[in-house]
């Protein structure tokens, strides 16, 4: 069995042993409340503090179990049931999301039968799952701010949140903001005081996050319910605007200096977080936002993760990528190639416990039919790739006869599950 295998298994069989009776045994709502002490808030759960050490995503629960999490977060009722029960197994919470549509989807928040309509679609979401032991809190709706205009949306959020303390008073209710400004947060204290707790997403500001919902004038609680790499709209671009993606490494970097920096240093309204995405997804690439590849591979991001979680590193950890070279040149060069022509491609990296590494490289196309605020993407298909010396640090690669814009992505694995990602884009005149 392989090292990571072996912790796993190991730390899976003790975690029990670590688990409140409420978590295993209970059968019934576990009552959930935000508790103020001064100008200090925490999250009681069955009269207990409860810091949340979340995943975005419901993948690999048995993982975050393992790797020191607590609770798990989705965007909707979808395989609801499934999900809490699967929680409840792990010992791990829920923050369920509730399907409120955004006005960017093409919803009319003028349109009072619509409204009703999804208030009552919701209502009932809430009263079929409300007394599910693993429930932790809900989340109503997600970056409903996000290329928005018509503010009576937080009059349609706090009809919900109304409801939820009527129908549900074991579980607190908040809704989930693209990002923090004072536009938003003045109409949320005026329109939508029901709101127990504030969720934020947020990726390349997490550091700043606390000054930030200070500034907007936000006193109350509030979770991270997404942070994670630095986004794709507030990074490097090429100069043909191909968003330049981190390395796993640089990533894993960042993960912990910003966690650090906000969620850890924020002890006065600061009630936890969930890391995004535990799984992968196509979001630009099939590489930016996910921890995991398509095989369930684990990149440096997870290793700091249980870090964050736990306290420990992992026995074995996954490689780490110093650089990725085409022709010579990073990815903030701008890379311009010859059709047909061969160039050579570098990689520098190393592996922690000295385990053999292998190469793998892949071509795509640079996505264009994305989406906005993490809307569904199509992967796009991959190109046969002509290269010398397949699965070493060191392979020729022969541009491709098509004029575009493309990447070429490199998998260094440790034979353990284990993995380090990066890409270059590069353009073919």
Not at 98 to 126: I, M, S
Not at 376 to 383: G, K, N
Request: aromatic share 10%; hydrophobic share 35%; charged share 20%.
């Amino acid at each position: 069995m392989k090292l990571k295998n072996l912790l796993f298994a190991a730390v899976a069989c003790t975690l029990p042993l670590a688990l409140s009776a409420q978590q295993t045994t209970s059968k019934g709502p576990v009552k959930v409340e935000v508790e103020k002490n001064g100008n200090t808030y925490q999250l009681l759960r069955n009269g207990q503090p409860y810091f949340i050490k979340g995943a975005g995503g419901t993948s690999y629960m048995d993982r975050i179990a393992a790797y020191g999490g607590n609770s798990v977060r989705t965007w909707g009722t979808k395989d609801a049931q499934q999900i809490l029960d699967s929680a409840q197994k792990h010992g791990l919470t829920v923050l369920m999301g509730l399907g409120v549509v955004p006005e960017r989807h093409g919803f009319n928040y003028d349109d009072a039968a619509a409204v009703k309509k999804q208030f009552e679609r919701v209502k009932a979401d809430v009263i079929k799952f409300k007394d599910h032991p693993a429930l932790l809190a809900w989340g109503i709706g997600n970056e409903l701010n996000l290329s928005y205009k018509n503010p009576k949306v937080w009059d349609a959020v706090n009809d919900i949140a109304k409801m939820i303390h009527k129908e549900d008073p074991n579980h607190p209710a908040s809704t989930v903001l693209a990002g923090i400004n004072k536009r938003e947060i003045d109409y949320i204290k005026t329109n939508t005081p029901a709101i127990d707790i504030l969720s934020i997403n947020t990726y390349g500001g997490l550091a700043q996050l606390p000054e930030q919902v200070k500034a907007t004038g936000w006193q109350g609680p509030y979770m991270v319910t997404e942070w994670g790499p630095t986004g794709h709209w507030e990074g490097l671009q090429t100069t043909w605007k191909a968003p330049i993606e981190e390395t796993s490494s640089e990533k894993a970097a960042v993960y912990k200096s910003r966690y650090a920096f906000s969620v850890e240093r924020d002890t006065l309204n600061c009630l936890g977080s969930y890391v995004f995405l535990w799984g992968q997804k196509q979001e630009r690439t099939p590489t930016w936002y996910g921890v995991f590849t398509e095989k369930g591979e684990e990149s440096e991001v997870v290793d700091v993760m249980q870090y964050l979680w736990s306290g420990s590193y992992p026995k074995n950890k996954a490689p780490h990528i110093y650089a990725f070279n085409l022709d010579g040149k990073k990815a903030v060069n701008s890379i311009q190639l010859k059709a047909g022509t061969k160039y050579q491609v570098l990689v520098d990296a190393a592996d922690p416990d000295q385990d053999p590494l292998s190469y793998h490289y892949e071509l795509l196309p640079e996505a264009t039919n994305v989406g906005e605020g993490g809307d569904h993407e199509d992967r796009p298909v991959a190109i046969p790739l002509n290269l010398d010396n397949l699965k070493t640090k060191q392979v020729a690669i022969t541009a491709p006869a098509q004029k575009g814009a493309y990447r070429l992505f490199v998998y260094v694995k440790d034979g353990n599950n284990n993995v380090a990602t990066a890409n270059i884009p590069f353009y073919v005149n």
